[in-house]
Protein backbone atom coordinates (compact mmCIF):
# COMPACT_ATOMS: atom_id res chain seq x y z
CA UNK A 1 0.00 0.00 0.00
CA UNK A 2 1.13 3.45 -0.66
CA UNK A 3 1.18 4.14 3.67
CA UNK A 4 2.06 2.81 7.10
CA UNK A 5 -0.34 0.23 7.73
CA UNK A 6 -0.83 -1.19 11.34
CA UNK A 7 -3.14 -3.78 12.59
CA UNK A 8 -5.07 -4.64 13.95
CA UNK A 9 -6.86 -1.24 14.33
CA UNK A 10 -8.47 -2.09 17.47
CA UNK A 11 -7.72 -4.92 20.21
CA UNK A 12 -9.34 -5.35 23.18
CA UNK A 13 -7.63 -7.62 25.44
CA UNK A 14 -7.77 -9.53 29.50
CA UNK A 15 -5.43 -8.12 31.78
CA UNK A 16 -2.00 -10.44 31.87
CA UNK A 17 -2.88 -11.33 28.23
CA UNK A 18 0.03 -10.78 25.72
CA UNK A 19 -0.91 -9.05 22.95
CA UNK A 20 1.02 -8.33 19.45
CA UNK A 21 1.09 -5.16 17.40
CA UNK A 22 2.15 -5.17 13.46
CA UNK A 23 3.38 -2.11 11.72
CA UNK A 24 3.90 -2.47 7.74
CA UNK A 25 6.10 0.78 7.15
CA UNK A 26 6.01 2.78 3.43
CA UNK A 27 7.99 -0.19 1.31
CA UNK A 28 11.67 1.31 0.97
CA UNK A 29 11.75 3.50 4.39
CA UNK A 30 14.81 2.73 6.46
CA UNK A 31 13.80 4.22 9.62
CA UNK A 32 10.81 3.01 11.80
CA UNK A 33 9.57 3.95 15.26
CA UNK A 34 6.54 3.17 17.54
CA UNK A 35 4.85 5.87 19.83
CA UNK A 36 2.39 5.46 22.47
CA UNK A 37 -0.48 8.37 22.58
CA UNK A 38 -2.88 8.02 25.61
CA UNK A 39 -6.42 9.86 25.37
CA UNK A 40 -5.83 12.79 24.80
CA UNK A 41 -2.19 12.95 25.67
CA UNK A 42 0.63 13.56 23.26
CA UNK A 43 3.41 10.90 21.65
CA UNK A 44 5.15 8.83 23.93
CA UNK A 45 8.42 7.80 22.50
CA UNK A 46 8.90 3.73 22.53
CA UNK A 47 11.59 2.47 20.05
CA UNK A 48 13.40 3.43 16.88
CA UNK A 49 14.51 1.46 14.26
CA UNK A 50 17.01 2.99 11.64
CA UNK A 51 18.62 0.44 8.74
CA UNK A 52 20.65 -2.23 10.11
CA UNK A 53 21.62 0.04 13.08
CA UNK A 54 20.94 -1.42 17.09
CA UNK A 55 17.29 -0.04 18.02
CA UNK A 56 16.56 2.52 20.09
CA UNK A 57 15.08 1.15 22.95
CA UNK A 58 14.94 4.43 25.40
CA UNK A 59 11.67 4.74 25.45
CA UNK A 60 10.57 1.29 26.25
CA UNK A 61 7.89 1.62 29.95
CA UNK A 62 9.42 -1.75 31.18
CA UNK A 63 11.04 -5.05 29.98
CA UNK A 64 7.23 -6.47 29.53
CA UNK A 65 7.48 -4.44 25.99
CA UNK A 66 9.69 -5.45 22.90
CA UNK A 67 9.65 -5.01 19.31
CA UNK A 68 11.49 -6.24 16.24
CA UNK A 69 11.65 -5.44 13.11
CA UNK A 70 12.09 -8.29 10.56
CA UNK A 71 14.10 -8.19 6.98
CA UNK A 72 14.39 -4.40 7.75
CA UNK A 73 10.67 -4.06 6.68
CA UNK A 74 7.85 -5.35 9.17
CA UNK A 75 7.60 -4.40 12.99
CA UNK A 76 5.94 -5.97 15.34
CA UNK A 77 5.75 -4.66 18.80
CA UNK A 78 5.02 -7.42 21.85
CA UNK A 79 3.66 -6.31 24.92
CA UNK A 80 3.25 -9.32 27.53
CA UNK A 81 1.44 -9.37 30.76
CA UNK A 82 -0.86 -6.48 29.81
CA UNK A 83 -1.79 -3.91 32.85
CA UNK A 84 -4.69 -1.31 32.08
CA UNK A 85 -2.66 1.20 32.34
CA UNK A 86 -0.97 0.26 28.26
CA UNK A 87 -4.46 1.07 27.03
CA UNK A 88 -3.38 3.15 24.59
CA UNK A 89 -2.97 4.14 20.92
CA UNK A 90 -0.16 2.76 19.72
CA UNK A 91 1.09 4.95 16.55
CA UNK A 92 3.66 3.19 14.10
CA UNK A 93 5.66 5.72 11.66
CA UNK A 94 8.31 5.03 9.06
CA UNK A 95 10.80 7.45 7.40
CA UNK A 96 13.31 7.69 4.47
CA UNK A 97 16.26 9.14 6.38
CA UNK A 98 17.79 11.46 3.93
CA UNK A 99 19.93 14.71 4.01
CA UNK A 100 18.15 17.54 5.68
CA UNK A 101 14.98 15.68 5.90
CA UNK A 102 13.31 13.23 8.43
CA UNK A 103 9.86 13.22 7.13
CA UNK A 104 7.88 10.23 9.20
CA UNK A 105 4.38 9.31 7.93
CA UNK A 106 2.38 7.40 10.62
CA UNK A 107 -0.21 4.92 10.24
CA UNK A 108 -3.79 5.24 11.90
CA UNK A 109 -3.10 3.25 15.38
CA UNK A 110 -4.13 0.67 16.97
CA UNK A 111 -6.53 1.14 20.02
CA UNK A 112 -5.33 -1.21 22.53
CA UNK A 113 -7.91 -1.45 25.21
CA UNK A 114 -7.19 -3.71 28.04
CA UNK A 115 -9.88 -5.05 30.56
CA UNK B 1 13.24 14.47 30.25
CA UNK B 2 10.60 16.51 27.62
CA UNK B 3 12.98 17.56 25.22
CA UNK B 4 10.80 19.60 23.59
CA UNK B 5 7.88 22.00 25.55
CA UNK B 6 4.89 23.15 23.81
CA UNK B 7 2.42 26.19 24.40
CA UNK B 8 -0.22 26.75 24.86
CA UNK B 9 -2.33 23.50 25.52
CA UNK B 10 -5.26 24.62 24.10
CA UNK B 11 -6.90 27.90 22.06
CA UNK B 12 -9.66 28.93 20.44
CA UNK B 13 -9.84 31.37 17.80
CA UNK B 14 -12.21 32.67 16.04
CA UNK B 15 -12.62 32.14 12.33
CA UNK B 16 -10.33 34.72 10.08
CA UNK B 17 -8.04 34.84 13.16
CA UNK B 18 -4.68 33.82 13.68
CA UNK B 19 -3.49 30.89 15.87
CA UNK B 20 0.21 31.17 17.32
CA UNK B 21 1.17 27.58 19.07
CA UNK B 22 4.94 27.79 20.56
CA UNK B 23 7.72 25.66 21.14
CA UNK B 24 11.15 25.57 23.17
CA UNK B 25 13.92 23.22 23.00
CA UNK B 26 17.12 22.35 24.57
CA UNK B 27 19.21 20.52 22.48
CA UNK B 28 21.05 22.62 20.33
CA UNK B 29 21.91 19.68 17.70
CA UNK B 30 18.32 19.17 16.68
CA UNK B 31 18.07 20.60 12.85
CA UNK B 32 15.13 19.39 11.62
CA UNK B 33 11.84 21.01 13.12
CA UNK B 34 8.53 19.80 11.56
CA UNK B 35 5.00 20.30 12.86
CA UNK B 36 2.38 17.65 12.98
CA UNK B 37 -1.40 18.03 11.91
CA UNK B 38 -4.06 15.42 13.80
CA UNK B 39 -7.64 14.98 13.75
CA UNK B 40 -9.63 12.88 16.10
CA UNK B 41 -8.96 8.93 14.98
CA UNK B 42 -6.46 9.43 13.30
CA UNK B 43 -2.19 9.52 12.94
CA UNK B 44 -0.65 12.65 12.61
CA UNK B 45 0.44 13.99 9.33
CA UNK B 46 3.60 16.04 8.72
CA UNK B 47 2.00 20.05 7.55
CA UNK B 48 5.15 21.67 7.60
CA UNK B 49 8.84 21.48 8.82
CA UNK B 50 11.89 23.73 8.83
CA UNK B 51 15.60 23.19 9.08
CA UNK B 52 17.84 25.72 11.56
CA UNK B 53 19.19 27.56 8.65
CA UNK B 54 16.28 29.72 7.50
CA UNK B 55 14.10 32.02 10.00
CA UNK B 56 10.47 31.51 8.98
CA UNK B 57 8.92 28.83 6.22
CA UNK B 58 5.73 29.60 4.49
CA UNK B 59 3.07 27.16 2.99
CA UNK B 60 -0.40 28.33 2.44
CA UNK B 61 -1.61 29.79 5.85
CA UNK B 62 1.03 28.26 7.59
CA UNK B 63 3.99 29.89 9.24
CA UNK B 64 7.27 28.48 11.02
CA UNK B 65 8.66 31.32 12.36
CA UNK B 66 12.57 29.84 14.47
CA UNK B 67 15.18 31.53 16.46
CA UNK B 68 18.02 29.96 16.54
CA UNK B 69 19.40 31.89 19.15
CA UNK B 70 16.60 31.48 21.61
CA UNK B 71 15.80 27.61 20.32
CA UNK B 72 12.28 28.75 20.09
CA UNK B 73 9.61 28.42 17.19
CA UNK B 74 6.07 28.88 16.20
CA UNK B 75 3.60 27.87 14.23
CA UNK B 76 0.93 30.43 12.86
CA UNK B 77 -2.06 29.95 11.35
CA UNK B 78 -3.30 32.79 9.35
CA UNK B 79 -7.03 33.04 8.86
CA UNK B 80 -8.22 30.10 10.35
CA UNK B 81 -10.76 28.20 9.18
CA UNK B 82 -13.11 25.74 10.94
CA UNK B 83 -11.20 22.46 9.34
CA UNK B 84 -8.25 23.69 10.88
CA UNK B 85 -9.86 22.61 14.01
CA UNK B 86 -7.12 19.39 15.26
CA UNK B 87 -4.14 18.78 17.66
CA UNK B 88 -0.57 20.53 16.36
CA UNK B 89 2.18 18.93 17.23
CA UNK B 90 5.65 20.41 17.37
CA UNK B 91 8.60 17.71 17.03
CA UNK B 92 12.85 18.28 16.67
CA UNK B 93 15.04 16.01 16.19
CA UNK B 94 18.97 15.51 14.90
CA UNK B 95 18.38 14.09 10.93
CA UNK B 96 18.76 10.39 10.85
CA UNK B 97 17.15 9.87 14.74
CA UNK B 98 13.67 9.97 16.50
CA UNK B 99 11.43 12.58 16.60
CA UNK B 100 11.04 14.41 19.76
CA UNK B 101 7.55 15.73 20.16
CA UNK B 102 6.05 18.17 22.04
CA UNK B 103 2.76 17.80 24.03
CA UNK B 104 0.44 18.37 21.63
CA UNK B 105 -2.03 21.90 21.05
CA UNK B 106 -5.83 21.36 20.73
CA UNK B 107 -6.74 24.21 18.21
CA UNK B 108 -10.47 24.67 17.81
CA UNK B 109 -11.44 27.09 15.94
CA UNK B 110 -15.44 28.67 16.04
CA UNK B 111 -17.16 29.97 12.85
Known amino acids: GAGVSQSPSNKVTEKGKDVELRCDPISGHTALYWYRQSLGQGLEFLIYFQGNSAPDKSGLPSDRFSAERTGGSVSTLTIQRTQQEDSAVYLC?????????????FGQGTRLTVV | QQQVKQSPQSLIVQKGGISIINCAYE??????FPWYQQFPGKGPALLIAIRPDVSEKKEGRFTISFNKSAKQFSLHIMDSQPGDSATYFC??????????FGAGTTVTVRA
Open chain 2, 27 to 32: NTAFDY
Open chain 2, 91 to 100: AASIVGYKLS
Open chain 1, 93 to 105: ASSLVRQGNTEAF
